[in-house]
């Protein structure tokens, strides 16, 4: 079945700088890959996703490219500010039969000011 | 639009004991998800229902998890007998449809300790 990878699991940015999260996934009929970000004590919010038809998709300081030779995709935000903490999640969508996520392990964002 | 809600928030509860975990999805939403979350850990996926079907029960972890949906709408996971190992932040989300590619909205989580 569909395995996602995520890295790093904690990263820590000063305030501006830019932040970079990578996923792997293994099935490559997976076609849409959903970012959420979840802040302490809440649910898992959505930021930005993109389907298999697109390599790359912006919004605002936020941004996902996807590889799909390499299966690959990495949610990148720039001019990071503290309101960005928090732990972020991939997930992928194997199209065989069930509309699961498959979700990837979670990366702890720090943002310093 | 309200979104996605669950009860209780949090719940303690002795081994042994049941315990019953409410997600009402977005009104109209088709598909409802059930996922958990141990502490520090990713999301696992339980069960997803369409309609009031459920076609993957495959994520349950043991014959002591059940759910159900009815009316389309709400839906109830119950946990009979907890173990210490049931701790965990239980999750629901719900989407307009069934397919690849539809998006699914969380609701807050219910946290259960198992004590």
């Known amino acids: 079945g569909e395995n996602v990878e995520q890295h790093p699991s904690t990263l820590s940015v000063q305030e501006g700088d830019s932040a970079v999260i990578k996923c792997t996934y293994s099935?490559?009929?997976?076609?849409?890959f959903p970012w959420y970000k979840q802040e302490l004590g809440k649910g898992p919010q959505l930021i930005i996703d993109?389907?298999?038809?697109?390599g790359e998709k912006k919004d605002q300081r936020i941004a996902v490219t996807l590889n799909k030779t390499a299966k690959h995709f990495s949610l990148h935000i720039t001019e990071t500010q503290p309101e960005d903490s928090a732990v972020y999640f991939c997930?992928?969508?194997?199209?065989?039969?069930?509309?699961?996520?498959?979700f990837g392990t979670g990366t702890r964002l720090k943002v310093l000011a | 639009g309200a979104g996605v809600s669950q009860s209780p928030s949090n719940k303690v509860t002795e081994k042994g004991k049941d315990v019953e975990l409410r997600c009402d999805p977005i009104?109209?939403?088709?598909?409802l998800y059930w996922y958990r979350q141990s502490l520090g850990q990713g999301l696992e996926f339980l069960i997803y229902?369409?309609?009031?079907?459920?076609?993957?029960k495959s994520g349950l972890p043991s014959d002591r998890f059940s759910a159900e949906r009815t009316g389309g709408s709400v839906s109830t996971l119950t946990i009979q007998r907890t173990q210490q190992e049931d701790s965990a932040v239980y999750l629901c989300?719900?989407?307009?449809?069934?397919?690849?590619?539809?998006?699914?909205?969380f609701g807050p989580g219910t946290r259960l300790l198992v004590l």
């Open positions: 099935d490559s009929a997976s076609n849409y």
């Open positions: 229902f369409q309609g009031n079907s459920a076609p993957d």
């Open positions: 989300a719900s989407s307009s449809n069934i397919g690849a590619g539809e998006t699914q909205y």
């Open positions: 009104s109209g939403h088709t598909a």
């Open positions: 997930a992928a969508t194997p199209t065989s039969g069930t509309y699961k996520y498959i």
């Open positions: 993109i389907r298999s038809n697109v």
